[in-house]
Nanobody, 127 residues
Framework: VQLQASGGGLVQPGGSLSLSCATS????????IAWFRQAPGKEREWVSC????????WYSDALKGRFTGSRDNAKSTVYLQMNSLRPEDTAVYFC?????????????????????WGKGTQVTVSS
């Protein structure tokens, strides 16, 4: 099982980045995919979650309106479009997978719900 986040980099405030999470080794249809981030010296923070079947998305209230999640099950890839980036968005961004077949279902915005984690990608927002 693998999840690999990519697409991070250095961007100026107000800029945009698109992150990708390439998955393999499991059936993406069975999993919700979440994005988390961790800034230096801070705890890991939930960013977004996208459901398995209908691509419904949920976002942290602090990020709603600037970030947009999507998924392409045919490519086994999940995306996070980040717009209007701010210096406080600087962090390592991780994607993770939560088995939606589990009963009772676990909340997608909690890291304990995740079954698999990928290595992160660094996003730095700075002028």
């Amino acid at each position: 099982v693998q999840l690999q986040a990519s697409g991070g980099g250095l961007v100026q405030p107000g800029g945009s980045l698109s992150l990708s999470c390439a998955t393999s080794g499991f059936t993406l249809d069975d999993y919700a995919i979440a994005w988390f981030r961790q800034a230096p010296g801070k705890e890991r923070e939930w960013v977004s979650c996208i459901s398995t079947t209908d691509s419904r998305t949920w976002y942290s209230d602090a990020l709603k309106g600037r970030f947009t999640g999507s998924r392409d099950n045919a490519k086994s890839t999940v995306y996070l479009q980040m717009n209007s980036l701010r210096p406080e968005d600087t962090a390592v961004y991780f994607c993770a997978a939560s088995d939606n077949r589990r009963q009772p279902p676990r909340p997608c915005n909690k890291d304990y719900s995740m079954d698999y984690w990928g290595k992160g990608t660094q996003v730095t927002v700075s002028s």
